[in-house]
């Protein structure tokens, strides 16, 4: 029998105990572990941005210790902001309603909404809009009415549609606005308008404040595409990702059929499949169980998955450039700087987003400039394009 040779990457407990919370609302926190590292798990809590959830779930402890008094009041805020956010939501929709504008928002508080997260997990003050391209300039000024503005020019706003899925993001005090007219950038290998989501949009009732969200497969779509944009192309590793995704599975009914009818629509097999495949990953890691059966990736996994799921994208707009995979980077990095790298995924989802960057973004940026990395591109035969290097 064929020895299997894979690593197995093995999590230190504070991380194993952070996911557990993070991954599953059900699970029972007993460990004297918090609160022993309490500072460390606060901070491991905060760059995966799950902290609210983390306080949410030990404020309930019956450990008498002194940083529970602290949570206390810090959730108490939390609430007060989240609720504030809400109420400014509903302003916004009132207008656009009166307007005749369709909208949905999405990610951030219809997370909320399919028990994805609490509210009170919700305290960043920005907004996901999305509305169709033709209502752009009546939107424009509708939140330029509710006291916004937006950060930039008209000439850097109409740039940045031609090649994103919003423009400029309009601020008011501590809130701020992206007004999305798609949701993939020039170039993406998927294809998702406007028309595709607002369609299906729901009104609906959150804590008595009306507001239009995705239905429940639009959102699953979008929180895939989300995730694939944050880990694949930038690099950014987060449980938040997961702990959304796996909770709107695990806490509503999903048409799976008409799910895989949209990632067929619009072509995005590829970003889908990473999204499901490491959330289910991951879920086995910690809980040695999946989240779904894996057969339900069949009908939507693409031939080269396996090839392609280990590449590292460029963080721009083509994502059929690729720099390589992580075992050629592994390698280059272990004989340059002797780092040691072991796993694959779970390694990357729970190291430190520096280190991380150090290793991968520079020898990106250091190819362009010096001479001297070129060598390592051509050792490894990775790919370059120098017109996406600024």
Known sequence: MK???????IIDKIDQELSKIALENSYCITSDLI?????????????????????ERIVHNKNDNKCIKDIKKELAIRQIKSRKLLKELGTIHA?????????????????VFWKCCSLTEKVNTDFDL?????????????????????????????????????????????YSI???????????????????????????????????????????????IHMYHHEYRGMKFK???????????????????????????????????????????????????????????DDILPEDFDKRKNQLAHRQFLDTRSFGDWDEYIIYWEKRFGYDWKGG????????????????????FYYSVQSRWRKAYEEFNIKYDERFFY
């Open 35 to 55: 609160f022993e590292n309490y500072e460390v798990f606060a901070e491991r809590a905060k760059k995966h941005e799950v902290y609210g959830a983390f306080i």
């Open 345 to 364: 995924y779970a390694q990357r989802l729970f190291s430190d987003e520096n280190y991380v960057a150090l290793r991968f973004f520079c020898l990106c």
């Open 95 to 111: 207008a656009f309603k009166t307007n005749g504008i369709k909208y949905v928002v999405f990610k951030g508080i219809a997370s």
């Open 178 to 224: 992206e007004i999305h007219h798609r949701y993939d950038n020039y170039g993406d290998e998927y294809k998702l308008d406007a028309e595709s989501i607002l369609k299906n949009l729901q009104e609906v009732s959150l804590q008595d404040v009306h507001i239009c969200v995705p239905a429940v497969e639009d959102q699953l779509l979008l929180l895939c």
């Open 3 to 9: 020895k299997d040779t894979k690593e197995v990457y």
């Open 239 to 297: 449980l938040k990702y997961q702990r959304e995704i796996d909770n709107l599975i695990k806490n509503n009914f999903i048409n799976w059929d008409m799910f895989k009818n949209k990632v067929h629509r619009c072509d995005a097999k590829f970003v889908v499949s990473y999204a499901l495949y490491f959330c289910n990953e991951t879920y086995e890691l910690i809980f040695k169980k999946r989240l779904f059966d894996k057969t339900l990736l």
């Open 130 to 174: 999305l509305i169709m391209p033709e209502d752009l300039e009546k939107a424009y000024g509708i939140v330029a009415t509710l006291g916004y503005k937006m950060a930039g020019s008209m000439k850097e706003d109409y740039s940045m549609r031609l090649l994103a899925w919003h423009g400029c993001t309009w601020h008011k005090g501590e």
